[in-house]
């Protein structure tokens, strides 16, 4: 157990947050920023570092990222001032990508806060948000009406 919490101790000392997008990082900026295979004109935006891994894993997304830290939650104390959204604004002033995707989860706390960054950056580019609905395998009677909804909203047409 000591060996254990040792380990632990030491991840904390060398892991620290991009200086970019505020990734976890052992770096100043990390590997994805680093990356000059990236697209530099698009953004994803996401609540935490495992969103970034969680996009990663499905080798789609080939821009650049950037971690609020949280979303937007006043009863926990949480605004805008807490999370890294004046970095994305002056980051996406700066650097103008053609889009910026809001991937953050459609809770009441991500809805919020997916509003208030778009009303934010509109002025500066392109803002879109993921599609959310029904997920593969899933039953379309055992899901809440939100999902249907969205799921209906997110219609593409068929190839």
Same mark, same amino acid.
């Given at each position: ?13 060398q ?28 953004y ?38 807490? #999370?890294?959204?004046?970095s994305l /604004?002056? *980051?996406v002033?700066?650097d103008? %990508?053609?889009?910026?995707? +809001? ?6 706390e ?10 934010? #950056?509109?002025?500066?580019?392109? /803002?879109? *948000?993921?599609?959310?609905?029904? %997920?593969v395998?899933?039953? +379309?009677?055992?899901?809440?009406e ?14």
């Amino acid at each position: 157990m000591e060996a254990l919490a040792q380990a632990l101790i030491e991840a904390k000392k060398q892991i620290g947050l991009c200086s970019v997008c505020f990734h976890l990082s052992a770096d100043p900026v990390c590997e994805l920023c680093r990356n000059p295979n990236r697209d530099n004109t698009t953004y994803c935006v996401v609540a935490d570092s495992r969103d970034v891994i969680a996009l990663e894993r499905t080798r789609e997304f080939k821009g650049k990222y950037h971690v609020l830290g949280g979303v937007i939650s006043p009863i926990d104390g949480i605004g805008p001032e807490q #999370l890294t959204i004046n970095s994305l /604004v002056r *980051r996406v002033s700066k650097d103008q %990508p053609k889009e910026v995707i +809001l991937a953050i989860s459609p809770s009441v706390e991500g809805e919020t806060t997916t509003l208030y960054l778009g009303h934010l #950056l509109k002025p500066f580019t392109k /803002v879109t *948000r993921i599609a959310f609905g029904l %997920p593969v395998g899933g039953d +379309l009677e055992y899901a809440d009406e939100v999902t249907l909804a969205r799921a209906l909203e997110g219609r593409r047409e068929l190839d």
